[in-house]
């Protein structure tokens, strides 16, 4: 009969560890799915982004709106992104799947430049 009860209490504790899990790991998918749809905003405004720079989490799509009333660019050095010219009121998004250090910046005015931090 010990022997019973005590697989018994083996089981729950076995089952209580793995409901835990299953809640630890739904969390995750909801932090995930969270940070999916993230976003984060960047202006182009007097010749110059901003904010300058920023820092957001992996997943995240950065949207970057031309208000200045000459066309602009945003361009990755290291070719991962690079928009069409932007005219007034135009904007480009990209989102940043990769833990990391995104630099760009303006290929008609090089002087513009601007920093992604990934985490």
Known sequence: MKRHIRNACI???LLGVVASA???HGTQ???AA???NASASITIDNFSFTPKEITVAAGT???WVNHDDVPHTV???DKKFRSKGLDTDDQFSFTF???GTYNYFCSVHPM???KITVK
């Open 29 to 31: 998918i909801a932090r």
């Open 22 to 24: 299953a809640i630890i």
């Open 34 to 36: 969270e940070e999916k």
């Open 97 to 99: 799947m990769d833990a």
């Open 75 to 77: 361009v990755n050095p």
């Open 11 to 13: 089981c729950a504790g």
């Open 112 to 114: 513009m430049t601007g």
């Open 61 to 63: 799509t950065v949207t």
